[in-house]
């Protein structure tokens, strides 16, 4: 009945948008970098007289005392119609810690407005906060989005996490799915700040609709956009990358200032104030699915490590990865849930070779991958698994997770099956050493990258390419990166590299 009702939610919410007028619509939370502050986000279909749209607020539904003015600018959908809608941002500044605030979003006095919404403020030092983490959520098949909803409202999660993919798409049908998409949200995003990054299907018109749908998240970020940026949550540095720009090769000039962003913050970070470090981005640096290729190996191997193109060099990400010692890095695009070991270029943390339920101050980075929130592409399976050494868990199932920052030495993740909420999959993250200095050693620079044989895309290239009655096995030597390595050492690295196939491991539900 899961699927049949929110895909009803969702049709209904297409029908009712793109003909609301002035009334204020997709509501929507963020962050700032203060935690006294909340920005409100609103749409309407028509645009404000000068001097209106505002948010009144204050700690009681009936009594909203205070009152905020809001910018408004126009976005234009790249679509053959151009159609128009009006965006608006407001900030909520001073707000007292640890209270409830109801608000009201109001176009015009005496004219349309929102209903009565209501947050929370956290403590101001150091808050308990759980985050709920998915990616690629669409409007059709949501499957996440009622359980998400019935945790809200029993208090299980204080923000979210999206990891890129909106809707599917937010421009598709000139926008109004977009638009539908962020209405079916409301109930989620009115409530708790809805942090997030862009995916591959925020793609169309340079990613115009991401920029402009999450803008209140660029104003308010030291580096004034909301493809790559950080923040701080209680014990935790947040940093959100663009991944796509490794896929769109008008956008491979933004690597190396990605690059430099990400490297001057990873070493601004004071890990005796905020000691855990985390990442996300949309696409991961590792993952196992085979369904679906070469997701888990070109793909991961080109943003993982770097790649050259018209003789400029763009450097990956898994060196600084290690070179700053973060602690996990979050991600999403496979529509499944999987968690690797801590692991650096191939090789798993020499401290966490038995680790299993508990990273116990790990020495490298593990991955997540959440993605499996629901959209209309389904789920991608572990078809013919190719199981590497560094891959832990996996699960073939709807799903979403949860982050709770515990205290300053422990996290604890969880993923969740939608239907039920019922665990997956549970880890202890524990970090009670000090953080040791960064590997000032490792090269980062931005003018090289990392040229080395993959034996886990080979091994997986060579088997698909067997069981082709045209495959030529003798491909996967340059596709993996291990053209430039004699004959023994790619036969040492295949034996070295432990892949097993195996259905028993797979979860699917």
Same mark, same amino acid.
């Given at each position: 009945?899961?699927?049949?009702?929110?895909?009803?939610?969702?049709?209904?919410?297409?029908?009712?948008?793109?003909?609301?007028?002035?009334?204020?619509? *997709?509501?929507?939370?963020?962050?700032?970098?203060?935690?006294?502050?909340?920005?409100?986000?609103?749409?309407?279909?028509?645009?404000?007289?000068?001097?209106?749209?505002f948010? *009144?607020?204050?700690?009681?539904?009936?009594?909203?005392?205070?009152?905020?003015?809001c910018?408004?600018?126009?976005?234009?959908?790249?679509?053959?119609?151009?159609?128009?809608?009006?965006?608006?941002?407001?900030?909520?500044?001073?707000?007292?810690?640890?209270? =409830?605030?109801?608000?009201?979003?109001?176009?015009?006095?005496?004219?349309?407005?929102?209903?009565?919404?209501?947050?929370?403020?956290?403590?101001e030092? $150091?808050?308990?906060?759980?985050?709920?983490?998915?990616?690629?959520?669409?409007? =059709?098949?949501?499957?996440?989005?009622?359980?998400?909803?019935?945790?809200?409202?029993?208090?299980?999660?204080?923000?979210?996490?999206?990891?890129?993919?909106?809707?599917?798409?937010?421009?598709?049908?000139?926008?109004?799915?977009?638009?539908?998409?962020?209405?079916?949200?409301?109930?989620?995003?009115?409530?708790?700040? $809805?942090?997030?990054?862009?995916?591959?299907?925020?793609?169309?018109?340079?990613?115009?609709?991401?920029?402009?749908?999450?803008?209140?998240?660029?104003?308010h970020?030291?580096?004034?956009?909301?493809?790559y940026?950080?923040?701080?949550?209680?014990?935790?540095?947040?940093?959100?990358?663009?991944?796509e720009?490794?896929?769109?090769?008008y956008?491979?000039?933004?690597?190396?200032?990605?690059l430099?962003?990400?490297?001057?913050?990873?070493?601004?970070?004071?890990?005796?104030?905020?000691?855990?470090?985390?990442?996300?981005?949309?696409?991961?640096?590792?993952?196992?699915?085979?369904?679906?290729?070469?997701?888990?190996?070109?793909?991961?191997?080109?943003?993982?490590?770097?790649?050259?193109?018209?003789?400029?060099?763009?450097?990956?990400?898994?060196?600084?990865?290690y070179?700053?010692?973060?602690?996990?890095?979050?991600?999403?695009?496979?529509?499944?849930?999987?968690?690797t070991?801590?692991?650096?270029?191939n090789?798993?943390?020499?401290?966490?070779?038995?680790?299993?339920?508990?990273?116990?101050?790990?020495? $490298?980075?593990?991955?997540? !991958?959440?993605g499996?929130?629901?959209?209309?592409?389904?789920?991608?399976?572990?078809?013919?698994?190719?199981?590497?050494?560094?891959?832990?868990?996996?699960?073939?199932?709807?799903?979403?997770?949860?982050?709770? !920052?515990?205290?300053?030495?422990?996290?604890?993740? =969880? *993923? $969740?099956?939608?239907?039920?909420?019922?665990?997956?999959?549970?880890?202890?993250?524990?970090?009670?050493?000090?953080?040791?200095?960064?590997?000032?050693?490792?090269d980062?620079?931005?003018?090289?990258?990392?040229?080395?044989?993959?034996?886990?895309?080979?091994?997986?290239?060579e088997?698909?390419?067997?069981?082709?009655?045209?495959?030529?096995?003798?491909?996967?030597?340059?596709?993996?990166?291990?053209?430039?390595?004699?004959?023994?050492t790619?036969?040492?690295?295949?034996?070295?590299?432990?892949? =097993?196939?195996?259905?028993?491991?797979?979860?699917?539900?």
């Amino acid at each position: 009945c899961l699927f049949v009702c929110v895909c009803a939610i969702a049709t209904g919410a297409s029908a009712a948008i793109g003909d609301f007028g002035t009334s204020p619509q *997709q509501v929507h939370l963020a962050l700032t970098s203060s935690l006294n502050q909340r920005t409100v986000s609103f749409v309407t279909e028509k645009e404000l007289e000068q001097g209106n749209g505002f948010v *009144q607020y204050g700690t009681s539904s009936s009594s909203l005392a205070n009152s905020v003015n809001c910018t408004q600018h126009k976005f234009v959908d790249g679509g053959s119609a151009h159609r128009a809608i009006f965006l608006h941002e407001c900030l909520l500044d001073n707000l007292v810690y640890d209270i =409830t605030y109801y608000y009201q979003v109001v176009s015009m006095a005496g004219g349309p407005s929102s209903k009565v919404f209501n947050f929370t403020t956290w403590k101001e030092t $150091y808050p308990d906060v759980t985050l709920a983490v998915y990616g690629d959520m669409g409007l =059709t098949n949501a499957r996440s989005l009622f359980p998400l909803i019935e945790d809200l409202s029993e208090g299980g999660f204080d923000m979210i996490l999206h990891v890129g993919d909106f809707a599917y798409n937010l421009d598709t049908d000139q926008g109004l799915v977009g638009d539908a998409f962020m209405e079916m949200i409301q109930p989620l995003a009115s409530s708790v700040p $809805y942090m997030t990054c862009l995916g591959n299907h925020e793609t169309a018109y340079n990613f115009s609709h991401y920029t402009q749908r999450f803008a209140a998240i660029a104003m308010h970020t030291a580096t004034k956009n909301n493809w790559y940026f950080s923040w701080d949550v209680s014990y935790v540095h947040f940093i959100a990358l663009s991944s796509e720009i490794y896929y769109n090769d008008y956008l491979y000039p933004i690597i190396a200032e990605q690059l430099t962003f990400l490297e001057k913050d990873l070493a601004s970070v004071d890990r005796s104030k905020t000691p855990f470090v985390i990442v996300y981005l949309h696409r991961p640096l590792y993952c196992s699915n085979t369904d679906d290729l070469p997701d888990c190996t070109t793909d991961t191997q080109k943003i993982r490590e770097g790649f050259s193109s018209g003789g400029t060099s763009y450097p990956g990400l898994d060196a600084l990865m290690y070179k700053y010692r973060v602690n996990l890095l979050f991600a999403a695009h496979e529509h499944s849930y999987e968690r690797t070991l801590p692991v650096y270029n191939n090789t798993i943390d020499p401290t966490q070779v038995n680790a299993t339920s508990t990273y116990y101050n790990a020495d $490298y980075t593990a991955h997540i !991958i959440s993605g499996a929130a629901g959209c209309a592409e389904d789920l991608d399976y572990y078809d013919n698994l190719h199981h590497a050494p560094w891959s832990l868990v996996r699960s073939a199932s709807y799903g979403y997770g949860h982050l709770h !920052i515990v205290n300053s030495t422990h996290l604890h993740w =969880t *993923q $969740y099956i939608s239907e039920g909420r019922n665990g997956t999959d549970e880890l202890w993250y524990i970090q009670d050493k000090a953080v040791p200095p960064p590997r000032y050693e490792v090269d980062t620079s931005i003018t090289s990258f990392r040229y080395s044989c993959d034996p886990y895309c080979l091994k997986v290239c060579e088997f698909h390419e067997n069981k082709s009655p045209e495959g030529n096995t003798d491909v996967c030597i340059e596709k993996c990166r291990c053209d430039r390595v004699s004959e023994d050492t790619v036969k040492e690295l295949k034996q070295n590299m432990d892949i =097993t196939i195996k259905w028993d491991i797979v979860h699917r539900h």
